[in-house]
């Protein structure tokens, strides 16, 4: 797929872009190699100011910034501007809290002194999606600037836009030039930039092939990684759960970004004797929802991201009615401009199949019945991914063994997954490895350096 901007409402290309060359990229490299050493050198209180400076930039800008990601992926404006506000959230996090995050830590040893020091690692490369396409740049870029490296970001190929905003923001920020660069490249030439000497890490986010790629690339040349994948969160609702909080939040975390997201909830594990009318709750909310322009306000529902993403999609909800499966509502492609979908429930999907283990990433909710607790658990844990699992109960053993027993990076217990800068974020299985936010996630690109003083 060529570098474009392709209006997922439409299907109308808007603006195309021509990748780098060889000898374009070799210079990207080659200022941000120059950039690091004097810029590892700034002063933390400097980089705060910067990145304060980002945070504002965002705040003002995010009307036009938050439209800029709805023209490129179409999930409704209002909640493209509140990414643009979370990522502004997370630059004041970082700015707030690097300096004591990165503090040396001293450790009582047989020495005269000892103590860990966190010091930049150099050039982070970061793989990045298009479904959150500034949310989950700036997760990772505000820690690695924070800590002292910098930052190359080979962003998705229909967000192109984004990819060159978040540039801007923070070049307008007063980061020194060569800190943070967009790399307008294809799939094709990420492994030359893995490869390179200069580059001493890197971390992506999008799916499991995309992931195995470039640990293998990683790999080849022994460089750090940290990989978040894709997810089939479970959201587990029993019968003493509040059923009005569990099904509102039920639709708000399948639809959020129109179903494409890697924490939404996607296989609904309903206690039997609740789940009729569980059903109920949740197909009457699905038939409310609003499909249309995602630039309008009252708009729910956007289209998908690309027209591969829904015909994969169509294909899966095809798959599930060959094994069997009721769908409820939706499942048909809609007489339509853009790659919309319908919101879609389906029942009756064997557990056991291969296609109940996969990620469907649209508005689709797999609905499962079970009989009890280790039931649940079970079913919830039987996918190769492990990223997010919500769980509803106010029964405190049962919620003890939720947090016990599911087998996910994160554990929200009644109430949606979701992610925040003061917590780590990220997978197990393969959903990936490493942490995002949080102390741990600025502590993944840093030289964690043990310095013991003699007498």
Known sequence: ??????????????????????????????????????????????RSRWLRTAADI??????????????????PVQSAIAEVNKCALVCRYYADNAAEFLADKPVATDASFSYVSYQPLGIVLAVMPWNFPLWQVFRFAAPALMA??????????????????????????????????????????????????????????????????????????????????????????????????????????????????????????VRDSIAEEFQKRLLAKFKDLVIGDPMSENTDIGPLATSSIRDEL??????????GAEVLIGGELLD?????????????????????KEEFFGPVALLF???????????????????????WTTVEAEQQQF???????????????????RLP???IKKSGYGRELGIQGIHEFVNIKTIWLGN
């Open 148 to 269: 002292g490296n910098v930052g190359l970001l080979k962003h998705a190929s229909n967000v192109p836009q984004c990819a060159l905003a978040i540039e801007n923001v923070l070049t307008e920020a007063g980061f020194p030039a060569g800190a943070f660069q967009t790399l307008l490249i294809g799939a094709s030439q990420v492994a030359k930039v893995v490869a390179d000497d200069r580059v001493r890490a890197a971390t992506l986010t999008g799916s499991e092939h995309a992931g195995m790629s470039l640990a293998a690339c990683a790999g080849k040349s022994l460089k750090k990684t940290v990989l978040e994948l894709g997810g089939s969160d479970p959201f587990i609702v029993m019968d003493s759960a509040n059923l009005e909080a569990a099904v509102n939040t039920a639709v708000t975390a399948r639809m959020l970004n129109n179903g494409q997201s890697c924490i939404a909830a996607k296989r609904f594990i």
């Open 403 to 421: 947090i016990d027993q599911l087998e996910a990076g994160a554990v929200f217990i009644n109430g949606m997954v979701k992610s925040d800068p």
């Open 369 to 391: 019945r079970v009989s009890s607790i280790d039931d649940a658990i079970e079913l919830a844990n039987d996918t190769p991914f492990g990223l997010g699992a919500s769980a």
């Open 58 to 75: 965002l705040e003002r800008d995010r009307q036009k910034l938050g439209e800029t990601i709805t023209l490129e992926m179409g999930k």
């Open 314 to 323: 169509h294909e899966q909800v095809k798959a599930c009615r060959v094994e």
């Open 425 to 427: 974020f990220g997978g």
């Open 1 to 46: 797929m060529g570098i474009a901007t392709i209006n997922p409402a439409t299907g109308e290309t808007v603006k195309t872009f021509e990748p780098l060359t060889d000898e374009a990229l070799e210079q990207k490299l080659d200022r941000a190699d120059r950039a690091f050493k004097p810029y590892r050198r700034t002063m933390m209180a400097q």
């Open 336 to 356: 339509r401009p853009g790659y919309f979908y319908p919101p879609t429930i389906i029942t009756d999907l064997p557990a056991s199949t291969s296609i109940a």
